[in-house]
Nanobody, 120 residues
Framework: QVQLVESGGGLVQPGGSLKLSCAAS????????MNWYRQTPEKQRELVAR???????NYADSVKGRFTISRDNAKNTAYLQMNSLKPEDTAVYYC??????????????WGQGTQVTVSS
């Protein structure tokens, strides 16, 4: 099996920064696209940022210029650097990845989520 574990969430003031991490572990052969999603009680889960195993990135319009996604393939870890945070960025942030396991199966996995709260 494969596990994704997020960390780095917390409470931050508007204008502040946080860096989220997503560490993948388990029977991993290779990891393809890694994604960060977020969800609030009022909204459906939305894609925030995406990075391919080649390093190509995509961002939601609402976070362009403020958030940066990156990954360390040697550590099977993705990061989300969040700057100039706004109250509307408050959400549970989820890591998601397409993983080919050591058994050869390609499967999509989710982390458990980490809360980000932007408030003064």
């Amino acid at each position: 099996q494969v596990q994704l574990v997020e960390s780095g969430g917390g409470l931050v003031q508007p204008g502040g920064s946080l860096k989220l991490s997503c560490a993948a572990s388990g029977r991993i052969f290779s990891i393809y696209t890694m994604n960060w999603y977020r969800q609030t009680p009022e909204k459906q889960r939305e894609l925030v940022a995406r990075i391919t195993n080649g390093g190509t990135t995509n961002y939601a319009d609402s976070v362009k210029g403020r958030f940066t996604i990156s990954r360390d393939n040697a550590k099977n870890t993705a990061y989300l650097q969040m700057n100039s945070l706004k109250p509307e960025d408050t959400a549970v942030y989820y890591c998601n990845a397409d993983v080919r396991t050591s058994y050869g199966v390609l499967q999509n996995y989710w982390g458990q989520g980490t809360q980000v709260t932007v408030s003064s």
